[in-house]
């Protein structure tokens, strides 16, 4: 799908400007108030007073986000203009905006439009610029246009009839020309990054695997100038990485752990580290889950899905600023070799563990990777996983799980998440919970005891692998994926992360 910018200036323009774009359908915003302004007005105009009587008749309904598509509006080239209400409020919220352009989307992508041209990037929308319209335009598109084909035959995908929007031309006032095309780049890369988290974590179990993921960050490396490496079982051992590979020695898929390096600045600069929870599988081990749902398990590898997708963002637009990513990748399948509660393992911090659960397994493999991180000096470490069902109780499929002792980071990944409309809620890692992962036989029990803080009691098990660099943890179980009839991943939270490592680099 091609995006192209185009300047427009509307108070100048001719009012024939409108009659004569050549474009498959025109997308018009409509404010409720009591004269039409700005585009709506020019095309009243053009086509002798039909919008008002549209508006009068209630026809286009006023609350904002309906839409009304007309056909063949006799003066007009454009085979179709939709009209989309913007409600009554001259400045839209950033929110209803993002709703605004959603419904308009689909109202489009229903039809068999090829070629569309946006002119809702034209008005204001509270505490944001024209640039983050532009943004989430093309966000919101491609997020409608994403399709998972890879297992489906052809005759099944066919079927489908789907849109066939190739062209989407985005009008913008001239002065904000050049301000907007950094806008779109950045709507256009994060979208790709999106993409591939979704397909990864769409992908079954046993086509998604360990080694599918590192062959996934492989090419990752060689399109887009990363230095990719991937650690097999052999140097795992050597590093000592004792809690991880209890995780993997379960199946029979050997462990994976992958390291990803953008420098986008001088090699000097302390870089900030992602880390992603890998599990391609999450049967529970030993500690087996029950049947109902267990399918969804395949999209425990998301928080690495996610670091691959920011990872193909942040290149896409050449970010300025140093990233490391790491991959602790395995399966989490019951065996004869199996982790068995109770087992005591010892992670390449040399802190031991009681394996009082198999199925905690998420912190597990996280732990030697924050013991891992400590060799790139990072300036900040976050790391991403599908990490409790605790969280999904508490915050639902809204808002990620939040977990930092320093506050200024934590602070700027809520700010990020808020601007990118891909919140995070912070919930506590106060002293006081860690008495709950006190062990008789260990220096720790990877749970907590009964069922209270569920989502509080795996953070600060991660907690005490992160105390040598500024730390956070996003737990995303509940924004990763959708259930139900819609199951599918989101490609959540790539950006929240994106936006955030745009920001650490200004
Ligand atoms: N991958 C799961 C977390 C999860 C569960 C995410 C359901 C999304 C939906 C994780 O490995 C897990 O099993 N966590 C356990 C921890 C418990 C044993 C302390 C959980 O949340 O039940
Ligand atoms: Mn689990
Ligand atoms: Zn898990």
């Known amino acids: ?57 209630g026809d286009l309904n006023a609350k904002a986000g309906s839409t009304l598509m007309l056909y063949e509006v006799v003066g007009i080239s454009a085979p179709r203009v939709l009209l989309v209400s913007l409600g009554r409020q001259v400045a839209l919220s950033p929110k209803t905006f993002i709703d605004v352009s959603r419904a308009a989307w689909r109202a489009v992508l229903d039809t068999r439009a090829a070629s569309a041209t946006w002119m809702l990037t034209q008005v204001d929308i509270n505490n944001r610029d024209s640039s983050w319209g532009v943004r989430m335009s093309a966000l919101t598109l491609r997020e409608l246009t994403y399709r998972y084909t890879q297992t489906k035959s052809k005759v099944e995908i066919d079927a489908n009839n789907d849109s066939i929007i190739k062209k989407v031309v985005i009008v913008v006032d001239p002065e904000y020309k050049q301000a907007v095309r950094h806008g779109l780049d950045e709507g256009i890369a994060i979208a790709n990054g999106i993409d591939l988290t979704r397909e990864l974590g769409n992908l079954p179990g046993n086509i998604c695997t360990p080694a599918y993921l590192a ?41 994976k752990f992958i390291v990803l390096e953008h420098q986008g600045t001088d090699a000097k600069q302390a870089p900030v580290v992602l880390v992603g929870k890998g599990i391609t599988f999450d049967s ?47 399966e989490n399948m019951p065996s004869g070799n199996a982790n068995k509660p109770g087992d005591i393992v010892t992670s390449m911090s040399g802190q031991t563990i009681e394996v009082l659960n198999t199925d905690a397994e998420g912190r597990l ?15 900040a470490v976050i790391d991403i996983a599908t990490l409790t069902g605790a969280c999904v109780i508490a915050l639902g499929h809204h ?45 720790m029990a990877n749970i907590g005891g009964g069922r209270s803080a569920g989502s509080v009691m795996a953070a600060c098990f991660l907690e005490r692998f992160s105390r040598s660099y500024p730390w956070a943890h996003l737990d995303i179980a509940g924004t990763a ?13 790539v950006s929240l992360l994106t936006q955030f490592l745009i920001d650490r680099a200004k």
Not at 315 to 330: M, S, Y
Not at 365 to 377: I, N, Q
Not at 413 to 439: F, I, V
Request: hydrophobic letters at 40%; glycine letters at 8%.
């Open 1 to 57: 799908m091609d995006f192209i910018i185009e300047a427009y200036d509307w108070k100048k323009a001719a009012d024939s400007t409108l009659l004569h774009i050549n474009t498959d359908c025109i997308i018009v915003g409509v404010f409720h108030t009591q004269t039409l302004s700005g585009i709506a007005q020019k095309l009243d105009v053009a086509t002798k007073g039909l919008i008002s009587r549209l508006v009068k008749s």
């Open 215 to 255: 062959s996934i960050a492989k090419h990752l490396g060689i399109n887009w100038s990363l230095k990719v490496d991937v650690l097999e079982q052999k140097q795992i051992e050597i590093l000592k990485m004792g809690s991880f590979l209890s995780v993997a020695k379960g199946s029979a898929q050997p462990p």
């Open 284 to 330: 529970g081990g030993i500690s087996i889950k029950p049947g109902e749902s267990m399918d969804e398990m395949k999209y425990d590898m998301c928080g690495a899905g996610s670091v691959l997708g920011t990872f193909r963002a942040i290149a896409e637009i050449n970010l300025q600023l140093n990233v490391v990513g790491l991959i602790p990748a395995c």
């Open 365 to 379: 493999v996280l732990c030697d990777a924050l013991t891992y991180a400590e060799r790139f000096k990072p300036a």
């Open 399 to 443: 808002n990620s799980g939040l977990f930092s002792k320093n506050d200024a980071l934590a602070d700027m990944l809520l700010a990020a998440g808020l601007y990118a409309s891909d919140t995070a809620w912070r919930l506590p890692l106060d002293e006081e919970y860690q008495e709950q992962l006190k062990s008789n036989f260990a220096d």
């Open 481 to 493: 994926w959708k259930g139900g009839r819609e199951k599918s991943a989101t490609g959540r939270p």
